[in-house]
């Protein structure tokens, strides 16, 4: 691969959980609003539920601001475009037409995602050079209470739901099998790896008592811990498949979305709950390089994508990916943005 060291790759992630109070965005929110052109205000207007309003403002807010940062032009010359379709396409940068004097504008890509209160940005910038693709996706696999659902059937019933994203090899694996690094959390934080359970994998049921022999005991614990692991396997699955049809910019309109495949993907262990500080917040994270997730492309090995899943809190998962276009890219660390440090500078500073 050719070197382009000037790409600099930005992962910025904003908690919109407790950033405004109230039922109405343009009341809670009404100065951040403000720093929005009409258009861009609309679609948060829109929203039904203030949670998605929040979380709608905060994506307008984290782009305009990895922009403004990247290309050093004032916050309200920021302009968007999409790439492949001017509607459902991939969000990107609209240069001004023309060059700034002696240089060339960035070469720019970036993607966010939100679920459940947070946002999270990852961008590419590169100066004098091309960037790589970059996408991000997050899930949240405790928010549609899929354990209820699974309750009353199984889970190949509930993820047959996905059949139109995921391959019958997928699937079947997802359903029927635990990838060997991954263990089951018991009620009293022990940790039984899947090594350990054995064909214990081949549950799909809840409400069923399990036991195994570990540590030269007998341990005995209810199978929804299992499925649940299951469900958190099935959630990081999603992720990466999400994240790599962002890259380019098909989105889950890809037709060949099945044919991309995620082998061996299990959840990585869970953050902390946050008490009183944020410590260890960030949980497990899994990349390329701890070999566990092959991945493939109508049957051939891709090795053209770096990525990452991280776990945030219990309840999140976040897939990151590049197309890199340099040896040893690598992820940074994510940077939990201040609406007030990094983002309001940005806003006022040609006002
Ligand atoms: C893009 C898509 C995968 C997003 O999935 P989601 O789980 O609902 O939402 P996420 O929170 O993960 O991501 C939302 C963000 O993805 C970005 N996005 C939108 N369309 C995108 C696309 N085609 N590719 C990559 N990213 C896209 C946006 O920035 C959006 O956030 P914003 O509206 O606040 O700017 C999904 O909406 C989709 O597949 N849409 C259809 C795309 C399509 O039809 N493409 C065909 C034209 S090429």
């Known amino acids: 691969m050719a070197s382009h060291p000037k790409t600099e790759i930005t992962r910025w992630l904003l908690d919109t959980r407790t950033l405004w109070s109230g039922t109405k ?22 929203k039904y539920r203030f949670p998605d309003a929040c979380m709608s403002l905060g994506s307008a807010l984290l782009k305009r601001a990895f922009l403004a940062k990247a290309t050093g032009l004032p916050w309200s010359s920021i302009a968007f475009s999409r790439r492949l379709d001017p509607r459902l396409g991939k969000p990107c940068w609209a240069s001004p037409p023309g060059a700034p004097p002696n240089d060339e504008w960035p070469h720019i890509d970036f993607n966010v995602s939100h679920q459940k209160g947070l946002v999270v940005l990852v961008g590419a910038v590169g100066r004098g050079a091309p960037v790589p693709d970059v996408s991000v996706d997050l899930t949240s696999p405790n928010e549609r209470n899929d354990m209820a659902s699974i309750a009353g059937s199984d889970v190949p019933t509930f993820l047959a739901v996905f059949s139109d ?27 039984v790896s899947n090594v350990i359970l054995g064909r214990l994998d081949r ?149």
């Open 203 to 351: 549950t799909v049921k809840c409400g069923q008592a399990l036991s195994v022999m570990f540590d030269g005991r007998q341990v005995k614990f209810e199978s929804e811990l299992l499925v649940e692991e299951k469900v958190r396997n099935f959630y990081a699955a999603f992720a990466l498949k999400e994240a790599y049809v962002k890259l380019a910019g098909e989105g889950l309109a890809a037709r060949w979305i099945q044919e991309i495949e995620f082998t061996g993907v299990r959840a990585p262990r869970k953050g902390a709950v946050p008490r009183c500080s944020l410590a260890g917040v960030f949980g497990e994270t899994i990349g390329n390089k701890d070999e566990e997730v092959s991945i493939t492309f109508k049957g051939e090995e891709v090795r053209d994508v770096l990525f990452e899943l991280q776990s945030f809190e219990e309840d999140y998962i976040i897939a990151s990916m590049i197309k890199p276009l340099e040896q040893d890219q690598e992820f940074p660390d994510w940077h939990r943005i201040s609406l007030d440090r990094d983002i309001m500078p940005l806003a006022t500073k040609w006002s």
């Open 165 to 191: 994203v995921f391959s019958e090899q997928e699937l079947f694996a997802l359903a029927w099998s635990l990838p060997p690094q991954g263990s089951v959390r018991l009620l009293d934080g022990e940790e």
């Open 25 to 46: 965005i343009q009341d809670a929110a009404r100065d951040h609003l403000a720093l929005l052109p009409p258009a861009e205000q609309n679609p948060i207007l829109s």
